[in-house]
């Protein structure tokens, strides 16, 4: 069955650690993107990808980078992670207009 | 400044009852509007999409509308269940990019209670 999926769902972690969550998409997109959201606020787009090779910046600025190596896969990474990166992080990709999101990681930085 | 706003904030309804959920926007060029449904600890899941010429549509017991003119959207539940309690979320794309860039409400959270 065609999905977009997550891993971890959940990530408690110290500081200064390397993270890379995990998302991959069976749909054949091409576009894809990260999100963060805080409790009860916004989406905010951190990073997107049109395709293989392509990667770009959003509209909220983050410490974090991506990679798209694959169509299906496009990990996001946070070289040391702070206690200000506590967040959660949504996966997305699209063919057309609508955006099909992962079910999330939660990500807690002691 | 493109903005989406929605209200109410938060709202606990019983079970079986119908409720409206508003979303007003400032975002210019517009393209779409779109309801998204998000259950706690879960990613966004589409309910509805209006381009700017449809005023009006349903999913199941669900129904959105949309008035470009005054660039507001409501969300209207019917009959509802306890699965029902989640944030719902208001989602404007414009026409400006390629990317057809997303403006993002900060969502109404709905609790139904039995």
């Known amino acids: 069955e065609a999905d977009i999926y997550q891993t971890p769902r959940y990530l408690v972690i110290g500081t200064g650690k390397k993270i890379t969550l995990e998302c991959s998409q069976t749909?054949?997109?091409?576009?894809m993107y990260w999100y963060q959201q805080d409790p009860g606020m916004e989406l905010h787009l951190i990073h997107y990808?049109?395709?293989?090779?392509?990667?770009e910046k959003g509209d909220l600025s983050s410490e974090s980078t991506v990679s798209r190596i694959r169509t299906e896969h496009f990990p996001l990474t946070l070289e040391s992670a702070r206690p200000s990166h506590t967040s959660q992080y949504l996966c997305?990709?699209?063919?057309?207009?609508?955006?099909?999101f992962g079910p999330g990681t939660r990500l807690l930085v002691l | 400044k493109n903005q989406v706003e929605q209200s109410p904030q938060s709202l606990i309804i019983l079970e079986g009852k119908n409720c409206t959920l508003q979303?007003?926007?400032?975002?210019?060029?517009?393209?779409?509007l779109r309801w998204y449904k998000q259950d706690t600890g879960r990613g966004p899941v589409s309910l509805t999409i209006?381009?700017?010429?449809?005023n009006t549509k349903s999913n199941g017991r669900y129904t959105a509308t949309l008035d470009a003119d005054t660039k507001q959207s409501s969300l209207h539940i019917t009959a509802s269940q306890l699965s029902d309690s989640a944030s719902y979320i208001c989602?404007?794309?414009?026409?400006?990019?390629?990317?057809?860039?997303?403006?993002f409400g900060r969502g109404t959270q709905l609790t139904v209670w039995p």
């Open positions: 997305a990709s699209s063919e057309t207009e609508t955006q099909y």
């Open positions: 989602v404007v794309s414009d026409r400006g990019s390629t990317l057809g860039r997303l403006y």
């Open positions: 979303c007003n926007y400032t975002v210019s060029p517009f393209s779409n």
């Open positions: 990808s049109y395709g293989v090779n392509s990667t």
């Open positions: 749909m054949g997109h091409d576009k």
């Open positions: 209006m381009t700017f010429s449809e």
